[in-house]
């Protein structure tokens, strides 16, 4: 798999695409530390599950934005280019890793 890691997108991040994103992971971020405190102060479990579960679809939002821009920019790019089974390939191995 490493023969398709790429040190740059094609099309790079706009400031606004990159705000975002951060942003949402810097709420998430903050939801795992919410969580934390709840462990350490012995909260119920059914509450602490209810903010795993929340943490993850969080996580999926997130990673669906980028699966997205990666399809519409690089993918798209790569097919146009003639290199478009290996992106392909590509987008489905790490597809496989993430539906685990």
């Not at 706009?14 to 969580?35: D, M, P, Y």
């Amino acid at each position: 798999m490493d023969k398709f890691l790429h040190e740059h997108p094609i099309t790079p991040r706009t400031e606004s695409e990159k705000k975002a994103v951060v942003n949402r992971l810097k709420r998430i971020e903050g939801q795992v530390r919410g969580i934390q405190k709840m462990v350490e102060e012995d909260r119920y479990c059914v509450d602490i599950l209810v903010q795993i579960s929340a943490i993850n679809a969080a996580l999926k939002k997130v990673g669906y934005t980028v699966a997205e821009r990666h399809m519409k920019y690089c993918v798209s790019h790569a097919v146009q280019s003639g290199e478009g089974n290996d992106m392909i390939e590509e987008l489905m191995e790490v597809m496989k890793q993430i539906s685990k």
